[in-house]
């Protein structure tokens, strides 16, 4: 079993940068694969990015990549996304999520948090 909790959400201009965190509880943990996901009103979720249990590889959405980081730190329990150059289309609702492999599909991971905001604005 593993609980996860987002945070660091927020309002921010556009260009700027936010980091998300997601602390997790539960044994597993460290060998989960972290997925992050986001859901725009009215829009389905979508996989934002994903880094494997070790760190060893790490996978982005093309609309994300050069500007989004995940990581993590298993001694802490937590994995991270540091968000820059951030534009008006990724205000959303974002999620972490883990599985035991860093899938792209919402659909795989068995357990999620409850989100947190993150708001652009122009």
């Known amino acids: 079993q593993v609980r996860l909790v987002e945070s660091g959400g927020g309002l921010v201009q556009a260009g700027g940068s936010l980091r998300l965190s997601c602390a997790a509880s539960?044994?597993?943990?460290?060998?989960?694969?972290v997925g992050w996901f986001r859901q725009a009103p009215g829009k389905e979720r979508e996989f934002v990015t994903a880094?494997?249990?070790?760190?060893?590889?790490?996978y982005y959405a093309d609309s994300v990549k050069g500007r989004f980081t995940v990581s993590r730190d298993n001694a802490k329990n937590t994995a991270y996304l540091q968000m820059n150059s951030l534009k008006p289309e990724d205000t959303a609702v974002y999620y972490c999520?883990?599985?035991?492999?860093?899938?792209?599909?919402?659909?795989?991971?068995?357990?999620w948090g409850q989100g947190t905001q993150v708001t652009v604005s122009s």
């Open positions: 880094i494997t249990w070790r760190s060893s590889s790490t």
């Open positions: 999520a883990a599985a035991a492999f860093a899938y792209d599909s919402a659909a795989q991971y068995d357990y």
């Open positions: 539960g044994r597993t943990f460290s060998n989960s694969a």
